[in-house]
Each structure stands twice: as C-alpha cells, then as structure tokens.
T-cell receptor, first 111, second 116 residues
Framework: LAKTTQPISMDSYEGQEVNITCSHN???????ITWYQQFPSQGPRFIIQ???TKVTNEVASLFIPADRKSSTLSLPRVSLSDTAVYYCLVGDNFGNEKLTFGTGTRLTIIP | DVKVTQSSRYLVKRTGEKVFLECVQD?????MFWYRQDPGLGLRLIYFSYDVKMKEKGDIPEGYSVSREKKERFSLILESASTNQTSMYLC???????????????FGPGTRLTVL
C-alpha cells in the first residue's frame, strides 16, 4: 500500500480557498486517490476520488499531476462548517479492500 | 441514504469483561469493516469482512475477534477487555462492486469504549 504524507494541521479564514496537498511518492499504477472528511464525534465520509488530472464535484476539486506522486484537495470558499480532519488515501480494490487512513490533516477555519 | 448504525455511542466496561460491539448496515453491502481511532494514530483497521462468515485481519487484530452471521450485521468482540482497548470504535460498510476503483466506505457514528 502506498504511504501518504499530509500536513498535520492547517488554519484558514472563512471565504478563502483551501488547498491540502498529499504526497504519495510510491503510488502504484492501479492506485486511486481518495479523500475523506471527518467532523468531530462522527465517522469519516467520502468527499472525492480520482485517478489522474482533475476531478470536481459539488464539494471539492481534486488535482492530480501527471506523475501522480502527489495530489491536492481544493475546498472553495470555506466556511466554519468545513472545520474537520481530512484524510488522503491511496490504493485499489484488487484482492484486498484495505485502505490506510493515517492521521489526516486537521483543518481549522477561523471566522 | 446508506445507514450504518452502531449499538452504543458510549460504553464503559471493566478489565476482563467480554465486550460485544454491534454494527448494522441497511444497504445490502458486501463489505464491512471495524476500525479503532486513537489520538495521534488516526484510524487503524482491525478486521474486515467481504462476505457472510468471511473475515480478514486488518492491521491490528490482536485482542479482537469478529462475527458476521448475517450480511447486514458485523460484530466486534473483545474476549477479555483491557485498558489499552479504550478507544473510539468505528464500523463501516461498502458496496463491494469489485474492479479496480476502491469502493466508498460509509461509516457509523462510532462507539466510545472505556475499559476501567
């Protein structure tokens, strides 16, 4: 399983765009990149998933460069309710459903 | 909406007790998972199951066992609870589509277990 590295914590002001970068230097050809969000006292929830280039949904965008050794989760115009822990996961489904969550990035939005 | 429910939000047990944590999902998912979450350590996979009566060890299975007798229910068992098993326990399920793309995991609200 590819190991991921992401910042332990980040602060941002309301209304700003927030970018959280995840490094995954040993990502394998079949691996996808998936991000989850966890609010206090809740289980994580899926945000976005991609394989290459750019993916966008109603919540976030995911940017993946050509070498796929890193990825960036972009949250547009954050609000206080975006305060959460964000996890970057790398892996595929072949023969094993395991994904490693790691410790994530604690994002704090400041009013 | 997928719903994953866990039997208790908070549980207090004594050292040596046998503890059952129950998880139920209502979306006919094939896969179910048990994690524990501790400060500074993130989520760690204890066991998962990809079918009824099937189970696979995760990263930290020691001191735990699981049971999946019905598709919708996945139980985590602490045979003899110890203080180092005090933690937040999270259950999850996923569809089990197969193929290369990882399935989305849907999590329950968690059970905060304290072992005294």
């Amino acid at each position: 399983l590819a190991k991921t590295t992401q910042p332990i914590s980040m602060d941002s002001y309301e209304g700003q765009e927030v970018n959280i970068t995840c490094s995954h230097n040993n990502i394998a050809t079949n691996d996808y990149i998936t991000w989850y969000q966890q609010f206090p006292s809740q289980g994580p929830r899926f945000i976005i998933q991609g394989y290459k280039t750019k993916v966008t949904n109603e919540v976030a965008s995911l940017f993946i460069p050509a070498d796929r050794k890193s990825s960036t989760l972009s949250l547009p115009r954050v609000s206080l309710s975006d305060t959460a822990v964000y996890y970057c996961l790398v892996g595929d489904n072949f023969g094993n459903e395991k994904l490693t969550f790691g410790t994530g990035t604690r994002l704090t939005i400041i009013p | 909406d997928v719903k994953v429910t866990q039997s208790s939000r908070y549980l207090v047990k004594r050292t040596g007790e046998k503890v059952f944590l129950e998880c139920v999902q209502d979306m006919d998912h094939e896969n179910m998972f048990w994690y524990r979450q501790d400060p500074g350590l993130g989520l760690r996979l204890i066991y998962f199951s990809y079918d009824v009566k099937m189970k696979e060890k995760g990263d930290i299975p020691e001191g735990y066992s699981v049971s999946r007798e019905k598709k919708e229910r996945f139980s985590l068992i602490l045979e003899s609870a110890s203080t180092n098993q005090t933690s937040m326990y999270l259950c999850a399920s996923s569809l089990g589509l197969g193929g290369r793309r990882p399935d989305t995991q849907y999590f329950g609200p968690g059970t905060r277990l304290t072992v005294l």
